[in-house]
């Protein structure tokens, strides 16, 4: 059965960090594509970061420079670095993956990991 499991949100103050992580069980993240989404409250789900099969990587513009999606084969994992957080960036943050190996048009999420940035 093909999972996905966020962790590594929480608070944090404005300017810290955090490392979110996807565990992928029921499949290898090496031959798919994972893609980072967050969703703040009253607003729309928004795409965050993705990074394809080929490992080409894409960032939404508001967190370009600050966050970096990378992925562990070895530990079936995909991370998403978040720096220089800022409290726009307050919202829950969902992974989702595509089975074509390809940024758009997800099959499968998880179920979200809170972050907060607030002094």
């Known amino acids: 059965q093909l999972q996905l499991v966020e962790s590594g949100g929480g608070l944090v103050q404005p300017g810290g960090s955090l490392r979110l992580s996807c565990a992928a069980s029921?499949?290898?993240?090496?031959?798919?594509?994972a893609g980072w989404f967050r969703q703040a409250p009253g607003k729309e789900r928004e795409g965050v970061s993705c990074i394809s099969s080929g490992g080409s990587t894409n960032y939404a513009d508001s967190v370009k420079g600050r966050f970096t999606i990378s992925r562990d084969n070895a530990k079936n994992t995909v991370y998403l670095q978040m720096n220089s957080l800022k409290p726009e960036d307050t919202a829950i943050y969902y992974c989702?993956?595509?089975?074509?190996?390809?940024?758009?048009?997800?099959?499968?999420w998880g179920q979200g990991t809170q972050v907060t940035v607030s002094s």
């Open positions: 029921g499949f290898s993240w090496h031959y798919f594509a």
């Open positions: 989702a993956v595509n089975l074509l190996g390809l940024c758009r048009e997800y099959d499968h």
